[in-house]
C-alpha cells in the first residue's frame, strides 16, 4: 500500500511539472465534456455530439464540465466561467474549442484551467 502511494505522488508530481505550474498562461484546445460522464464512460460514449443533452442536464445539476485536449488530458474548469451551472459553459458542450486562461487547480487536486477567454475553434 505504502508503495502504491509512493507512486501516485511520483506520477502526481511528474504530471505537474510537465504539464506546467499553477498560474501559467495557456491556451488550450479540444472538446468540452461533463467530466463524470467522461469518466465513466470514457471517449466512446462520454463526448460528441450524440452525449451532448446528457451533459446539459448534468451541467445544470452543478456537476463540473471540462477540456478534453488532444495532449495534455482533461482540464476542469474553475473560476467566473462554471458560476451558475457553467451557465456561461453549456453553450459549448460537445464543440471543439480554444480556451485562453490559467493553470490552475480543482479542489480534488486535478489539473484545472480557468478560462479568461473561450471560443470555438476553427
Given amino acids: ?18 504539464l506546467g505550474a499553477a498560474g501559467e498562461e495557456v491556451t ?9 460522464c467522461y469518466s465513466k464512460q470514457g471517449v466512446a460514449k462520454g463526448t460528441g455530439a450524440a ?3 446528457c ?3 448534468c451541467a445544470k445539476q452543478g456537476k463540473p464540465l471540462g477540456l478534453l485536449t488532444d495532449g495534455d488530458g482533461l482540464f476542469k474548469f474553475v473560476g467566473d466561467y462554471t458560476e451558475n451551472n457553467s ?17 490552475d487547480r480543482f479542489t480534488d487536486y486535478t489539473i ?11
Fill in 1 to 18: 500500500m505504502r508503495r502504491n502511494a509512493l507512486i501516485l505522488a511520483a506520477a502526481t508530481l511528474l504530471a505537474g511539472g510537465t
Fill in 28 to 36: 488550450l484546445k479540444g472538446e468540452v465534456v461533463e467530466v463524470s
Fill in 51 to 53: 452525449h451532448v443533452q
Fill in 55 to 57: 451533459a446539459i442536464d
Fill in 87 to 103: 451557465a456561461k459553459l453549456i453553450p459549448f458542450i460537445g464543440k471543439q474549442v480554444e480556451v485562453k486562461g490559467t493553470r
Fill in 112 to 122: 484545472a484551467i480557468r478560462p479568461t477567454q473561450i471560443r470555438l475553434s476553427k
